[in-house]
C-alpha cells in the first residue's frame, strides 16, 4: 500500500539482457505479475557479438517500488545489469512518433505551421492529409499531438523512449 506521503514519480530504467527467447516475457511478466505499469518499453540488440540487448521500461512509483523493481529485475537470470537513468545522474532521453493529421484549409495550414515550429519533418503529404515525424522529449511529443488534436488527428505510432547516461562511462 501507498503512504500518503510518497511521492510517485516516473523513472526510466536500463536492462541489459541476454538476447535469447523469453527475456522480455520473463520481464514483462514480472511487472504484470507485481501490479506494476509499464508507460513505455524499447528492446534492441546493442552488441551483436556478445547477444546483448538493452530493454529501456519507463514506469512509475514510490521510491520504494522502484527500488523493489530494480532488485527484481537484477534478479532475474539472463539480466546483467539494471540502472535507473533518473537517479543515475544525467541521461538523454527520445523519442520518435509518427503522426497522421487530416485537414482542409485553415486547419491543414495550421498543422503544417505549428509542425514547422516543433521541428517535424513531413514524411508523406495528400491532398487530405500529412504524415509528421516528430522526435524529442516525450512531454514534447504529447504537446505536439494535443494540438494535432482540434486539428485533425488521425491515428499516431510511438516507439517509446529511448535513453543513454551521458558521458563517457557505459552501463
Given at each position: 500500500?501507498?503512504?500518503?506521503?510518497?511521492?510517485?514519480?516516473?523513472?526510466?530504467?536500463?536492462?541489459l539482457v541476454d538476447n535469447e527467447p523469453g527475456v522480455l516475457g520473463r520481464v514483462v511478466g514480472l511487472f504484470s505479475g507485481r501490479?506494476?505499469?509499464?508507460?513505455?518499453?524499447?528492446?534492441?540488440?546493442?552488441e551483436h557479438d556478445k547477444h546483448v540487448s538493452r530493454i529501456t521500461i519507463v514506469t512509475s512509483g514510490t521510491p520504494a517500488i522502484i527500488d523493489q523493481i530494480e532488485a527484481q529485475l537484477g534478479r532475474l537470470v539472463p539480466v546483467h545489469t539494471v540502472v535507473d537513468l533518473t537517479n543515475s545522474g544525467p541521461s538523454v532521453e527520445r523519442e520518435l512518433a509518427l503522426i497522421k493529421v487530416a485537414g482542409a484549409g485553415?486547419?491543414?495550414?495550421e498543422a503544417l505551421r505549428l509542425a514547422d515550429a516543433f521541428r517535424a519533418r513531413v514524411m508523406d503529404a495528400t491532398t487530405e492529409s500529412f504524415v509528421f515525424e516528430l522526435t524529442g522529449k516525450p512531454d514534447k511529443l504529447d504537446q505536439f499531438i494535443s494540438l494535432m488534436l482540434p486539428l485533425g488527428?488521425?491515428?499516431?505510432?510511438?516507439t517509446g523512449v529511448a535513453a543513454i547516461s551521458r558521458g563517457p562511462k557505459g552501463m
Open positions: 500500500m501507498l503512504a500518503k506521503n510518497e511521492p510517485v514519480s516516473r523513472h526510466v530504467l536500463s536492462v501490479g506494476y505499469n509499464i508507460e513505455s518499453l524499447t528492446v534492441s540488440e546493442t485553415d486547419a491543414r495550414a488527428l488521425v491515428e499516431v505510432s510511438r
